[in-house]
């Protein structure tokens, strides 16, 4: 199983940005996933849940400005991403509980990062 983001770039103030998250390889579905973001020296932190249900949450430095999707038919997950801030740049990462087989309980795995930069 493998997880792959990207989307990531360099955007002006203000701008907007969608990342994806796809999940590929053999497995039977996936459960909550999430996106994070980091910068050198300090915690990784959570940006945004999404349920298998399609239930979100998001960080309060997001709400109104990022919104987090899935297209299930697609093992995909978005982070949209809209007024972006400086304060916004860091490496994105996903991470989702994937089911390898029914009935049995999800295992967490992480993409590589994507780098997201909000400058002028």
């Known amino acids: 199983v493998q997880l792959q983001a990207s989307g990531g770039g360099s955007v002006q103030p203000g701008g907007s940005l969608r990342l994806s998250c796809a999940a590929s390889?053999?497995?039977?579905?996936?459960?909550?996933t999430a996106w994070y973001r980091q910068n050198p020296g300090k915690q990784r932190e959570l940006v945004a849940t999404i349920t298998s249900d399609g239930s979100t949450s998001y960080a309060d430095f997001v709400k109104g400005r990022f919104t987090i999707s899935r297209d299930n038919a697609r093992n995909t997950v978005y982070l949209q991403m809209n007024s972006l801030k400086p304060e916004d740049t860091a490496v994105y990462y996903c991470?989702?509980?994937?089911?390898?087989?029914?009935?049995?309980?999800?295992?967490?795995?992480w993409g590589k990062g994507t780098q997201v930069t909000v400058s002028s």
């Open positions: 390889g053999g497995f039977f579905s996936i459960d909550a």
């Open positions: 991470n989702a509980d994937i089911v390898p087989f029914r009935y049995w309980s999800g295992v967490s795995y």
